[in-house]
């Protein structure tokens, strides 16, 4: 007698039966459905999940790439010594040949361009408000190259005009209650140099452009202002703070470090933006972990379900278990057979999950607009997580071990029942029928 093949027709029959179940095995509907349902929840709420922290962190880089540059060259301080006095004097570095410095970098094979830059701190006030700002002085060319400044989605203004004034961040313009057209006082604590000293500069600018880079903490603090501008201002006749550089793959930049130093010269430094946010990102990256972690103790809670179910439905099923057993069912095509049933739950709870975490993860933005209204603006606040929206980017890479490991775990928690129904023994399955 031929032995049929594993996972025949008939095998599926008789688990969809199974799983079908008539009102006097209602227990056993209920357990289906409660495992089901529990399955769905659980890969729902996972994809959707990580589909968030992934847009998350998506969002912050683009902020940080969008309105920074990748990696910045520098001039480390100097000591100076006084032959007269032996006091020690520390003063920042800077490059004099900023421009031939500039050009050699934009030369290394994966340098997109580059920018000098002069920064520095000043005091805006208008209408009787004041604010504390970050200075720095580019060239209108360099301003135009980044893309999260000149957004005109997010911005306003002239940019034609930018030699003309100065580019200010939303939140600026915001407390200080300006607009285009307006004028603000900057005042910088190293102005003019007099006879009895440094005192205070106080310049009066106009307001040409209104920027915002999609995060809080830039738009609150950040004033561009043009570099021929800025050098005389900051008294930087000459000179300029560091040399910003863009490269082709700023995920990659720590491989731009040693060409960049070497090209720089004696004395030059780097900092790159994964120095700068690098540990927040390694907060994020270990956060999904432990969020994976978390949602996955989750699914295997509703993957449980399924061996309750199944050793319900093998209690019930115990004389048709001993039937088959004797028409020459064999023990493998048992455990299929209850294998199957407990395989149905989940692969249809998997993809219920799926349907419903894509479709939460593509709304997310949408649900979070609507619970803003509904709390006055307290479900997201700007100020605390930096960036301004909360979006979702939907990964394949995500929603396969989402799917993975539900089906994975639904599998595995049905061996047990399933081998159970088929180590039954047929004579004591029938002996009180």
């Known amino acids: ?126 209408n009787d408000a004041s604010n504390v700002a970050e200075v720095f002085g580019i060239s209108r060319a360099d301003l135009e190259a980044m893309p999260r400044i000149v957004d005109p989605a997010t911005s306003y203004g002239e940019l034609d005009r930018f030699d003309e004034g100065i580019a200010i961040g939303a939140g600026i313009a915001r407390e200080l209650g300006v607009g285009v057209g307006d004028r603000i006082r900057l005042i910088a604590p190293e102005g003019a140099r007099t006879a009895f000293g440094v005192t205070p500069r106080v310049n009066a600018y106009e307001v040409t452009y209104v920027f915002s880079a999609g995060r809080y903490d830039i738009d609150r603090t950040r004033i561009y202002m043009p570099l021929a501008e800025a050098q005389s201002y900051f008294n930087r006749e000459g000179v300029v703070d560091e040399i910003e550089v863009f490269v082709t793959d700023p995920e990659r930049v720590d491989e731009w470090s040693f060409p960049l130093l070497a090209v720089a010269g004696e004395g030059a430094q780097v900092w790159n933006w994964r120095d700068a946010s690098g540990s927040f990102l390694a907060a994020l990256d270990m956060e999904d972990d432990v969020m994976f972690v978390i949602l996955s103790v989750l699914v295997l809670i509703a993957s449980m379900n399924i061996t309750s179910g199944l050793i319900m439905l093998v209690k019930n099923k115990g004389r048709d278990i001993g039937i088959l057993r004797t028409m020459g069912l064999t023990e493998g095509s048992v455990l299929r057979v209850f294998f199957l049933c407990g395989a149905f739950t989940g692969i249809i709870g998997t993809l219920a999950g799926v349907f419903l975490g894509v479709l939460l993860a593509l ?59 088929a180590r039954m023994n047929p004579v004591e399955a029938l002996r009180y029928e």
Do not use: C
């Not at 020690?88 to 340098?111: C, H, N, T």
């Open 1 to 126: 007698m031929a032995t049929p093949r594993p996972f025949s027709r008939f095998e599926f029959l008789i688990a969809w039966r199974y799983l079908r179940a008539r009102r006097a095995e209602g227990g056993v509907s209920v357990m289906t459905w409660i495992s089901l349902i529990g399955i769905a929840l659980g890969v729902m709420a996972l994809i959707a999940t990580l589909a968030v922290r992934a847009g998350f962190r998506a969002e912050f880089v683009d902020t940080i790439l969008g309105a920074n540059a990748h990696t910045t060259v520098y001039m480390a301080p100097q000591r100076i010594e006084n032959e007269f006095t032996d006091d020690v004097y520390v003063v920042p570095g800077r490059f004099s040949d900023y421009e031939e410095i500039a050009a050699r970098l934009a030369e290394v094979p994966g340098v997109t361009r580059t920018a000098a830059v002069v920064k520095g701190q000043v005091m805006a006030s208008a």
């Open 363 to 421: 709304n997310v933005e949408n649900i979070m607009a609507a619970l803003n209204a509904l709390t006055g603006g307290g479900a997201w606040q700007p100020e605390v997580r930096g960036i301004y929206r909360l979006p979702a980017e939907l990964r394949a890479y995500d929603i396969l071990r989402a799917v993975g490991l539900s089906l994975a775990l639904s599998f595995i928690v049905t061996i047990f029942p399933a081998r159970r129904a």
